[in-house]
T-cell receptor, first 115, second 110 residues
Framework: GAVVSQHPSRVICKSGTSVKIECRSL??????MFWYRQFPKQSLMLMAT?????????EQGVEKDKFLINHASLTLSTLTVTSAHPEDSSFYIC???????????FGSGTRLTVV | GESVGLHLPTLSVQEGDNSIINCAYS??????FIWYKQESGKGPQFIID?????DKRQGQRVTVLLNKTVKHLSLQIAATQPGDSAVYFC?????????FGQGTILTVHP
């Protein structure tokens, strides 16, 4: 089956620093990847959609200069949280798909804690 | 940091009972729906999907019902087991963009 690897699974960083999260599709080419953010006991909120080789499309209210998304290859997308602050602490999850008929495969998530 | 938002509703059942989890969606253009199970600290896991040209689809111990008239989706789990305890989300994918509904916390008591 399709596998998506997300790293790191947990990260603690100091306020003001940047953190990069990687999302890799291991056995298929992901033309589209999605990034979600999830607060405790809440649903997954879509942050942005990235297509290989083009700029990401951000959802309303998501700061594109703060959450930098790069989808440079068909198997790798990265999310960089720049100048992180405690309110950025959350669970970040990626999803990858070849197309809708192929289905959506999720990474295992990254727990970000900003201190 | 935690945003201000709706917390998930809960459903508690006894082992062996049938569970029904409901979901309302708002986009009348949505033509593809998926139910996911999420365990604590993990990413969502696919359970079952349904396209808008169907109103019912069955899997192993699970059934999804779609009512397009009232924009409502339900997931039925037969003979619920303790291992089914998790958070369940419906998701819709109009045009391929996958967005999630509110979700329900299911707790199964032995």
């Amino acid at each position: 089956g399709a596998v998506v690897s997300q790293h790191p699974s947990r990260v603690i960083c100091k306020s003001g620093t940047s953190v990069k999260i990687e999302c890799r599709s291991l056995d298929f080419q992901a033309t589209t990847m999605f990034w979600y953010r999830q607060f405790p006991k809440q649903s997954l909120m879509l942050m942005a959609t990235s297509n290989e080789g083009s700029k990401a499309t951000y959802e309303q209210g998501v700061e594109k200069d703060k959450f930098l998304i790069n989808h440079a290859s068909l198997t790798l997308s990265t999310l960089t949280v720049t100048s992180a602050h405690p309110e950025d602490s959350s669970f970040y999850i990626c999803s990858a798909t070849l197309d809708r008929d192929y289905g959506y495969t999720f990474g295992s998530g990254t727990r970000l804690t900003v201190v | 940091g935690e945003s201000v938002g709706l917390h998930l509703p809960t459903l508690s059942v006894q082992e062996g009972d049938n569970s029904i989890i409901n979901c309302a969606y708002s986009n009348s253009a949505s033509d593809y729906f998926i139910w996911y199970k999420q365990e604590s600290g993990k990413g969502p896991q696919f359970i079952i999907d349904i396209r808008s040209n169907m109103d019912k689809r069955q899997g192993q111990r699970v059934t999804v019902l779609l009512n397009k008239t009232v924009k409502h989706l339900s997931l039925q789990i037969a003979a619920t087991q303790p291992g089914d305890s998790a958070v369940y989300f419906c998701a819709e994918a109009p045009g391929g963009k996958l967005t999630f509904g509110q979700g329900t916390i299911l707790t199964v008591h032995p």
